[in-house]
T-cell receptor
Framework: NAGVTQTPKFQVLKTGQSMTLQCAQD?????MYWYRQDPGMGLRLIYY???????DKGEVPNGYNVSRLNKREFSLRLESAAPSQTSVYFC???????????????FGSGTRLTVV | QKEVEQNSGPLSVPEGAIASLNCTYS??????FFWYRQYSGKSPELIMFIYSNGDKEDGRFTAQLNKASQYVSLLIRDSQPSDSATYLC?????????????FGPGTSLSVIP
């Protein structure tokens, strides 16, 4: 079972460049999420999608956009990358349409993004 | 005050000892609580879920919840070097239509052989 697949695993961007992080899950989960993880800050929610066709802002949405392409896929786009967006990005999914649920999140392997 | 707080560590324990990891939270509306383990360079994985006051045991792991005091802890008995990782506390706060999840910054645990 693949679980949650993220691409790419590593990326270096120049300031102002754009890119899209891809995420796909094969567990038939309803909810999908994008988090960023920075040292000492914990995981912070960027955007989430409670179900196919809906997206909502999380804690730190500025500079990002998302698309829930279908039930399986949830992409994150950086339109004009800034050094402050250097981080590790995790996609996650959960079966519950309300959020984490008792089974928690299943995380992808992460994307290490550096903006220079 | 941060919404979810954890000692950043590193917490060092000898092999075979009990490791005790603590987490406090500020929102009294918090309903359920999770512990994730994250190895260096890897993604978090769920190891414990608890929602009732008291203890919940799963193998060498015990989660303890005290809602009145607003803390949740994780005990790891017979610690092994393979337990060396960062442990993230996550708290669910039930909202009208969707649950808000807040992660703590994590505690780094090192088990010394």
């Amino acid at each position: 079972n693949a679980g949650v697949t993220q691409t790419p695993k590593f990326q270096v961007l120049k300031t102002g460049q754009s890119m899209t992080l891809q995420c796909a899950q094969d567990m038939n989960h309803n909810s999908m999420y994008w988090y960023r993880q920075d040292p000492g800050m914990g995981l912070r929610l960027i955007y989430y999608s409670a179900s196919e066709g809906t997206t909502d802002k999380g804690e730190v949405p500025n500079g990002y956009n998302v698309s829930r392409l279908n039930k399986r896929e949830f992409s994150l786009r950086l339109e004009s990358a800034a050094p402050s967006q250097t981080s590790v990005y995790f996609c996650a999914s959960s079966a519950s349409s309300r959020g984490q649920g008792e089974n928690g999140y299943t995380f992808g392997s992460g994307t290490r993004l550096t903006v220079v | 005050q941060k919404e979810v707080e954890q000692n950043s560590g590193p917490l060092s324990v000898p092999e075979g000892a009990i490791a005790s990891l603590n987490c406090t939270y500020s929102d009294r509306g918090s309903q359920s609580f999770f512990w994730y383990r994250q190895y260096s360079g890897k993604s978090p994985e769920l190891i414990m879920f608890i929602y009732s006051n008291g203890d919940k045991e799963d193998g060498r792991f015990t989660a303890q919840l005290n809602k009145a005091s607003q803390y949740v802890s994780l005990l790891i008995r017979d610690s092994q070097p393979s337990d060396s990782a960062t442990y993230l506390c996550a708290v669910n706060v039930i909202k009208t239509s969707y649950d808000k999840v807040i992660f703590g910054p994590g505690t780094s645990l090192s088990v010394i052989p």
